[in-house]
């Protein structure tokens, strides 16, 4: 497979790196603190959504804005050593020219960049939270990034590992790539699919990138 495009977008947790475990642990000691019953918690998607959204379906919407800082809290206290960069990462993102790529993640802006600086990757772009009033599965992550960039929506091409992302990628008319990192394929709707980074490797071109990716 070969794709030509100005600018490739990432998602983060599950596409860059992994923090999975951390989330995990972070959100369960966060539900205990605010008494909500497991069988509560079990019934929320955690991945690849706002903090802000999974928050709103479990408490009242007076105890938000304290509720989303304790998680955040312990989301970040919890960086060190929680993280882990996955297959493919580094070596892609940084065959990248810097105006070419961005990541948009569901996550906080100080916790994004807290994850990734653990792991030592430096971004150029990043569309957080904090950034948009709509996530993902809306498509404004994604366009946003694609402005910030100065590039056609539907030159990019978005790399997400989670069902939302992917669909939020798709509504923005973006070429879709998806990993298998947190689901099996058949979860997945994409363009193309690979099991992790190490699939896709990328080389500038004359006004964009040429990706070259292994099924």
């Not at 105890?63 to 304790?70: D, F, N, S």
């Not at 802006?109 to 996530?135: K, S």
Request: proline content about 6%; charged content about 25%; hydrophobic content about 45%.
């Amino acid at each position: 497979m070969k794709i030509q495009a100005e600018a490739l977008l990432f998602d983060n947790d599950g596409t860059l790196i992994s923090s999975m475990e951390s989330v995990y642990r972070c959100w369960r000691r966060w539900a205990e603190e605010y008494g909500i019953t497991a069988e509560d918690f079990a019934r929320v998607e955690l991945h690849g959504r706002p903090a802000v959204e999974i928050i709103a379906e479990l408490l009242p919407a007076e105890k938000i804005p304290e509720a989303l800082a304790r998680i955040e809290q312990l989301e970040v206290e919890d960086v060190p050593g929680g993280v882990v960069v996955l297959p493919g990462t580094k070596e892609l993102v940084t065959s990248l020219p810097r105006s070419r790529w961005a990541v948009v993640t569901s996550a906080t802006r100080p916790l994004a960049e807290a994850r990734l600086h653990e792991v030592g990757i430096d971004f150029p772009v990043m569309i957080a939270a904090n950034d948009i009033t709509r996530g993902k599965p809306d498509p404004e992550p994604f366009l946003l990034a694609a402005e910030r960039l100065g590039v056609d929506p539907a030159r990019c091409v978005v790399f997400e590992d989670a069902p939302a992302g992917l669909a939020s990628g798709r509504a923005a008319g973006m070429i879709t790539v998806a990993l298998t990192t947190t689901h099996t394929a058949d979860e997945l709707s994409a363009d193309y699919v690979v099991k992790d980074l190490s699939a896709v490797s990328a080389q500038a071109i004359d006004g964009g990138v040429e990706l070259t990716a292994r099924d």
